[in-house]
Structure formats: C-alpha cells, structure tokens
C-alpha cells in the first residue's frame, strides 16, 4: 500500500541527546521534505531533497540536518537538542510539487 | 509582506451551512493552486489542485481560482462536523519550485 511513514509519533528527549527522525515512503517519489510546525501555527520547510544524494535547506534556518542514501528514506537528525527544538516535525513526498502526501508527524519535546 | 495570506479565524459555523475559506496572494507567477485539510495532531492532506483561473467541484468541495484579483477561495456545501479542521491554501509557480503554503484558518462546525 502506497504510503508515508513516520517514526517515532512522540519523543520526549534530554537536552543535548543526538536524535533522529525517520520518514520513509513507498510511492516512489523523488521530492521530499520535512516541514516544523508549532502547534496552531504555520508549517515551515526546513530541508527538502529532489532526488538522491540532493539536499536543499527550506526558508526556516534549522540546526537539523538531512539525507537521501535512497529514494525512500529521508532521515532528519538534530545533533544536540535543545528546548528551543520543541516541535513537530512533518515529512512529505510528492512526485509533482503541488500534490504533497504529509506523514503523521513526529511530536518532539526537549526537557 | 507574506506571499500568502489567509484570515486564521477561527470560523465557526453550524452544520449544513456553506463555508467560504479565502487566500490571497501576491505573486502573479503563482500558477498552481492547492487547498490542504489538516486535522489537529495530523499532517496535511490534498482536497484540491487546481491550475490557473476557474473553478473545479469535487462532492461538496468547490475551488475557486481569480488570477486578476489574485483571490483563491473554497467553498464547502452542506457542512458537516467532520469537515472541522484547519485549510491551508498552497500555491506554486512551477511543479519544481516549493510549495508557498497559507498560514491556515480553523473551522469548526457546529452540530
């Protein structure tokens, strides 16, 4: 079945912890992204990829970084987390650009 | 000035009546345009896509495109409890650009 999976739903972490949030999708598409959205708020692009060995940042200045080893996978790692990072965090694929299939998110919070 | 621009609400209307949702824009090179439904703690879904000026319905959903005006709105018919959620307009200049989305507006419906 043609989807979009994000792993974990919820992570509560220390301050300073090394995380990693997974995406994976089976729809074969090249463009991906991972979008920051506060709670009520506006969903920020923060790194997006076109296809394999491409990544781009998005318009909100992030400290996570990403990769796209394969066109399925696209993996967002922050190195040390801080409160400031308390989030949720929405990966997307997409084959044209419009038509955005969004994961379930991962809710992320830093102590 | 935000490239897209929606009122947040919150819009709060009673079941069965017609809901008009409303963006507009300030890039005339904007060509695609998409409104996403976003339940709370959920990632976005695509309701509609559509391309220039015009109109497209789809069941109770109509999307409404004025490229002059550069107005884009979605008109929902016969509302239901279930269509409470938040909209987002998106729209694009080309299918390899990123996607501009709106900040969103909140719609409850009233049973």
């Known amino acids: 079945e043609a989807d979009i999976y994000q792993t974990p739903r919820y992570l509560v972490i220390g301050t300073g912890k090394k995380i990693t949030l997974e995406c994976s999708q089976t729809m074969g598409h090249d463009k991906m992204y991972w979008y920051q959205q506060d709670p009520g708020m506006e969903l920020h692009l923060i790194h997006y990829?076109?296809?394999?060995?491409?990544?781009e940042k998005g318009d909100l200045s992030s400290e996570s970084t990403v990769s796209r080893i394969r066109t399925e996978h696209f993996p967002l790692t922050l190195e040390s987390a801080r409160p400031s990072h308390t989030s949720q965090y929405l990966c997307?694929?997409?084959?044209?650009?419009?038509?955005?299939?969004f994961g379930p998110g991962t809710r992320l919070t830093v102590l | 000035q935000k490239e897209v621009e929606q009122d947040p609400g919150p819009l709060s209307v009673p079941e069965g009546a017609i809901v008009s949702l409303n963006c507009t824009y300030s890039?005339?090179?904007?060509?695609?345009f998409m409104w996403y439904r976003q339940y709370s703690r959920k990632g976005p879904e695509l309701l509609m896509y559509t391309y220039s000026s015009g109109n497209k319905e789809d069941g109770r959903f109509t999307a409404q495109v004025d490229k002059s005006s550069k107005y884009i709105s979605l008109f929902i018919r016969d509302s239901q409890p279930s269509d409470s959620a938040t909209y987002l307009c998106a729209t694009i200049k080309t299918s390899y650009d990123k996607v501009i989305f709106g900040p969103g507006t909140s719609l409850s419906v009233i049973p």
């Open positions: 997307a694929s997409s084959e044209s650009a419009g038509d955005q299939f």
């Open positions: 990829s076109y296809g394999v060995n491409s990544t």
């Open positions: 890039n005339s090179a904007f060509q695609y």
